[in-house]
């Protein structure tokens, strides 16, 4: 199904993503001052900040949806521009968007291949541009069973009859299934319970180990410490600080993020650099 | 695949809400899963009554086809409809684009003198065009559907009236091919229409397209959620596009079928179209708020009201309830949509 073989370095010095000086204005305001990412491979990133530090709009430029004023971004050190989403999965980026970027009343195989949706093998599919609905929905089980989230027990009911941990879920799948080189996850937590929470956090130490990196975008600073191998902060539109999270208390991230604390006083951390 | 690498995690109790008790709610779930049930019963009981109530008139075979071939132009245009509504628009030059197909095939053939097949296809290809212009509007100019349509309503009503200066060609004057769809053929000892025929078919088309290929799911998906749609890589503004073409050239085949069925070319024709096609729409439990629906539920929607307007016509009361029935079964559809759409949490 993944056409791009990925000679996927284990070694985390490999930058899976690179973004250097992202603009985006939208009229007078400016959300993306120059902003900078770096992502290793087969690494977790967690991206914190206060509301309006443009971390949505970051996550947006890097996943396509929006086109950034200026900057540049690198996947795997080649240069790309991602004039929308499509693009974007096109390189193997997929995104777990907040509002989950589902069709409600359609169910969960149409939403797991929802633009990207399979056909028949032969004349049936080549002519008459049949689905193979069919082959969709075996391969919807197998994906949610070895995700452990096959709780559902019919697939046919349209996706606004699940429970938000399972939607979460099912948007969740879909990026687990088709992102081969980035994943970047908005919020994943933010709308679930305690016991769906851990199971998202679970899948993305998952993820992790067969060794896509991936991006989450977290208010929830205990999600973020269980989970995250380096955090960048943003303020006001920019990356203010990048530091391990071994290296830093959670006091000292949130002061970061409200712009109590100087990077620069930091022990150990360097501002906007590699520690 | 890649998930086969992916051992599974550990399995919660599972998380899927209580099953509903109660006849009404499991009814409620049904009609939410499978929007034919509530229109197919309702076409089904109300033949029943028309039945037993006028008796024979009503369920003669001769009936059954002259119900079919009166509801046949609503059924092509509710077809084009169908499509719109999916995409949560709406779409109120259907009709005129029908009666503006109609009057250019007319034209062409009678007096340019064009080859009468060649006529029929740029009816046809008019059609594509005026549907195309409001898809323009609706995705380039982001204007909403609702008011796009109706200013392309006046236009194109309006350039009908132009360009036929108001005049209806003649049936003895129109030719044989044009008004080919209203013959009929002997099918099990009934007579039906070519263009009944063929109306059945091009609901199995667009049947088959909207369940069958990419293109309907992302129709649905368009209707549904039309940011998600975006995000999930689906070109919206391209698929809109599309369905607006598509709907004007299903209207430029309605066309036809008016002409078969009317004998003449006449610019007043068609008139209650528009509305009648959302009606038809509406009826067969199309959701107005887009992504659900199903295009047979239109046949049924347009069978619906032809029954009741048969059927109270038979029996002789003021036709005036006819007007009456259709107002209240639209109300009734819509509010029963709303219903069923409180499934969704």
Redesign the interface.
Known sequence: ??PRSDPRNTTTDVLALQARGLVKRYGHVTALGGADVELRAGEVLAVIGDNGAGKSTLIKCL?G?EVPDAGEIRLFGEPVRFR???DA?DHGLE?V?Q????????DIP?NLF????R?RPGPLGGV????DKKGMRE?TR??L????L????NF???V????G??RQGVAVARA???G?RVIIMDEPTAALGV??SR?VL??IR?IRS?GVPVILISHDMPHVFDVADRIHVQRLGRRVALVRTSDISMPDAVALMTGALDPAELDGGSPAGTP | ?????????????????PPQRGALARGQAAL??KPLLGPLTVLLLASLFFSVWVGSRFSDPLNISLIVQQVQIIGMVGIAQTLIVLTAGIDLSVGAITVLASVVMGKLAVDHGLPVPLALLLGVVVGGVCGGLNGVLVTRFRIPPFIATLGTLSVFSALTLFYSRSETIRAQDVPPLLSWPGRSINVLGTDVTYSSLMMIGCFAAVAYLLR????G??L??VG??R?????????TGRVLLSVYVVAGLICGLAAWFLIGRVGSVSPQAGENLNLQSITAVVIGGTSLFG??GHVLGTLLGSLIVGVFSSGLALSGVDALWQVFTVGVLVIVAVAADQWIRK???
């Open positions: 199904m993944n996943s949806a929308n989403p499509l999965r995104t968007y509002n989950l970027a589902v069709a409600p009343s359609r149409a929802l633009g990207r949706e056909r008459f541009r049949l689905l391969e197998e994906l069973t070895s995700l452990g096959l709780t559902i027990q046919s009911q349209p606004e009859t699940l429970s941990g399972q687990a299934c088709f081969s016991r769906e199971r679970d899948l998952e067969r | 695949m890649v998930h086969d690498t992916v051992p599974p995690t550990a399995a919660d109790p599972p998380t899927t809400r939410h899963t069958g290929t990419a293109w799911a992302h649905h998906a549904d959620n940011e998600g749609a975006r995000l999930s890589g689906i070109r992504g659900r499934v969704a949490a």
